[in-house]
């Protein structure tokens, strides 16, 4: 864990959104995933706003990288915890990392999948999907929901996708724990909301990140992360319990709900099916796990 102190040279004013962002979800910020893809780009937004940033992801190196560059543009305090969300020790050190700091927003952008036939893919690769994309996800948001609760105000953030609200062939097990997202998010956006806590469930198409070369996946159609990054933000405080950013991931949830579930299940499979070959392996997505 390295730590870079809150500094004071001049800085553009913030927008007036901006300034709303840090007001109510601010002064601290956590955001899993933060070393690539979306994690990286919504910690970068965060920091334009003036919110202080708590970089986690497995690649200590990057992550410092990152924070001095965030440091230096934007007159944040940054926190670096490399830590490998795959173990119940690397959800504790995020949490005793951030022990005393003021966080008032919580992003879970950390996460992996894999494509292919299941039966081809390594069972240890499959659970530790699950490890990172539930289970951590349960237990960060646990950690957290109670001090947004204790001090009253505050957001989370969890990423699911397009793909978690039908099974999908070839992704079989990475759209299971999507679909678990979605609903986890949903049932505690009710459940928080009298304390003054957010809670916001985005649900991103493919986006332009390390996840298609590493998965050998085609998206010509792909989303930029800084775009799913920012539309996610917008949407914090708003009616909205899903937030769906990016052209083609609106586009597949508004025709897709047309369908009943078993024509989603075999439509989404044939489009994964154009999307990979027999050469997939395990990827990581939007943001290092």
């Not at 929901?145 to 990475?174: D, K, M, N, W």
Request: glycine letters at 12%; charged letters at 20%.
């Amino acid at each position: 864990m390295t730590t870079a102190s809150p500094a004071s040279p001049a800085r553009p004013a913030p927008s007036r959104w901006q300034r709303e962002l840090r007001a109510h979800y601010g002064p601290w910020a956590v955001v899993t995933g933060a070393s690539d893809g979306i994690g990286r780009s919504t910690a970068t937004l965060l920091a334009e706003a003036g919110i202080h940033v708590v970089l986690v992801a497995r690649r200590g190196a990057v992550l410092d990288a990152l924070a001095d560059e965030l440091h230096v543009a934007h007159d944040v305090g940054t926190r670096v915890v490399a830590a490998d969300l795959t173990s119940p020790s690397g959800v504790d050190a995020v949490l005793d990392a951030t022990r005393g700091l003021d966080v008032g927003l919580f992003v879970a952008a950390a996460g992996f999948g894999s494509t292919g036939h299941f039966v081809d893919r390594d069972l240890a690769d499959e659970l530790a999907m699950i490890d990172v994309n539930c289970r951590a996800v349960v237990a960060l948001s646990h950690g957290f929901a109670r001090r947004l609760e204790a001090r009253g105000a505050g957001g989370i953030v969890l990423f699911g996708s397009v793909v978690g609200f039908q099974g999908v062939p070839r992704t079989a097990t990475y759209a299971a724990t999507k679909a678990f997202v979605q609903s986890f998010a949903e049932g505690l956006r009710l459940e928080l909301k009298p304390a003054g806590v957010q809670v916001l469930a985005t649900a991103p198409g493919p986006t332009r990140s390390g996840f298609a070369e590493q998965a050998s996946m085609t998206m010509s159609s792909a989303a930029d992360a800084q775009v799913v990054a920012r539309a996610t933000l917008r949407s914090l405080g708003g009616r909205r319990s899903t937030v769906r950013p990016g052209g083609l991931a609106k586009l597949l949830g508004f025709s897709l709900i047309l369908l009943p579930r078993w024509a989603r299940v075999r439509l989404m499979g044939t489009i994964m099916s154009g999307m990979t070959d027999e050469r997939s392996r395990p990827a990581t997505s939007g943001a290092d796990r």
